[in-house]
């Protein structure tokens, strides 16, 4: 492919560009050179040292430098038939002693220090997620997209705090706008202090997403790999195991990676399903009150005899006993996150069960509210998304509240009012809505 050793490392210089990680480097001693070139975030740099390096001081002298690296395992000639480039994003560096060109795998895998992922769980692909290192997080992604086109860039944010970020995209695919208005973004930022992505997530948001968010964050290096080559932009930071993803329009807040790995069918019945879960968490308690307390003709005589007598002992109207509920599942989901691990289950789980027997027991709502309860609080947590989850239940009070005043007319109105906003929104300049338009980010 390339003709002379020169050819070669501008060759490699040229397609790795946006590389900063990028080493070619000269040694040189009683008169021979050797010159190395490799990927630092994705080779063993010790190994590198003590293989190479200090056997070159060592051996020189001896005139033996050559034949100790045609002894050493794994080392061999480069082939005309070899990418020098590929080569060098599998882990390997380059060695040009004399005419002689090798190659030597010094690839360094940090699996073993990464934790699994935690939030975003998926059932038949990769189990492992990011560090809170900005070098190990660079090899893991490194190691899962194979493209000399990776290009990323160095960043501070906080006058005080100086935390260091690294932007990551692919130069081939990037939106240069998209990556111009991140950078605009950052520079806006007056903050002493930014200790994690999600409030960097809301530092770069324009004030009228103040609701929906606009950018995926993220845990999972499977995610970023399949996104860099979309065309959108990847930030992380030291000190947080999660990423920016941007731009994000909403139906990448309602996909999970296991719609990759999973058969297309069994994926769009997922999705469907999580869409069916969405109208039930944010429609349902809504749409209760409204029936309930305006419009119970729309129920069949069955069922609204039904609800009736489960309501006799209900000393209050349906909304009062939807809110009462809704709050207390709110304390009871906010109780999970903050007690300890080893008590949080149990004690939230048993808490849940006692409040509502004894909620019913004692005719303070009735046993439709328990259902309708559970099965929103269960369809919450279909979302694959936490921050379009927590979006979600805080619109769902809003709905509830405008139903508690004008019934099932305030519902539509309420939705058509929700649906609006979500297509005045835009995340940085895509339209928030393009739901099924994968290809909307390429060039």
């Known amino acids: 492919m390339f003709k002379s050793k020169q050819e070669m490392i501008n060759g490699i210089k040229k397609e790795l560009t946006g590389s900063p990680d990028l080493v070619n480097q000269r040694i040189e001693a009683g008169g021979k050179i050797c010159e190395l070139c490799y990927l630092s975030s994705i080779c063993d740099v010790e190994k590198i040292h003590k293989d190479l390096y200090v056997p070159f001081y060592e051996e020189i002298e001896n005139g033996g430098y050559v034949d100790y690296l045609l002894s050493l395992s794994g080392i061999r000639k480069i082939e005309d038939s070899d990418n020098p480039v590929e080569l060098l994003l599998k882990g390997s560096v380059l060695i040009f002693l004399n005419n002689l060109h090798l190659i030597l795998d010094v690839k360094k895998i940090l699996n073993k220090a990464i934790p699994d992922t935690t939030i975003e769980t998926t059932i038949q692909g990769p189990q492992t997620g990011l560090s809170e290192d900005l070098e190990t997080n660079m090899n893991i992604i490194r190691h899962r997209y194979h493209q000399s086109s990776l290009a990323f860039d160095d ?171 809704l709050i207390m599942m709110e304390l009871l989901t906010e109780a999970s996150i903050r007690l300890p691990k080893a008590i949080g289950p149990t004690a939230t789980t048993v808490g849940g069960l006692i409040l509502g027997q004894a909620a019913t027991e004692a005719g303070l709502v009735s046993n439709i509210m328990i259902i309708i309860v559970s099965a929103v609080a269960i369809s919450n947590f279909v979302i694959p998304i936490n921050e379009m989850g927590f979006a979600m239940r805080v619109t769902k009070y809003l709905l509830l509240i405008v139903s508690t005043f004008t019934g099932l007319i305030g519902v539509i109105v309420g939705l058509i009012g929700i649906i609006y906003y979500l297509v005045s929104l835009n995340s940085f300049g895509r339209p928030y809505l393009a739901f099924f338009n994968g290809e909307q980010f390429r060039k």
């Open 155 to 325: 960043y501070r944010v906080g006058k005080k705090s100086q935390m260091g970020l690294k932007i990551l995209y692919d130069s081939k695919e990037v939106d240069e706008e998209v990556l111009q208005e991140l950078y605009q973004r950052l520079n806006e930022i007056d903050e002493d202090v930014v200790q994690s992505v999600s409030q960097l997530s809301r530092m770069i948001t324009r004030h009228k997403s103040f609701l929906f968010p606009t950018i995926v964050i993220t845990e999972r290096p499977d995610r970023i790999a399949y996104n860099l080559s979309k065309g959108k932009v990847i930030v992380i930071m030291e000190g947080t195991r999660f990423a920016l993803i941007l731009p994000s329009v909403f139906y990448d807040f309602m996909s999970s990676m296991d719609d990759l790995y999973l058969p297309s069918w069994v994926a769009r019945f997922l999705v469907l399903l999580r869409y069916l879960g969405l109208g039930t968490a944010l429609l349902l308690p809504a749409m209760y009150v409204g029936i309930t307390a305006y419009n119970p003709e729309l129920f069949r005589v069955q069922l609204a005899l039904s609800i009736a007598g489960s309501r006799m002992s209900v000393p209050y109207p349906a909304y009062i006993e939807v809110f009462f509920m």
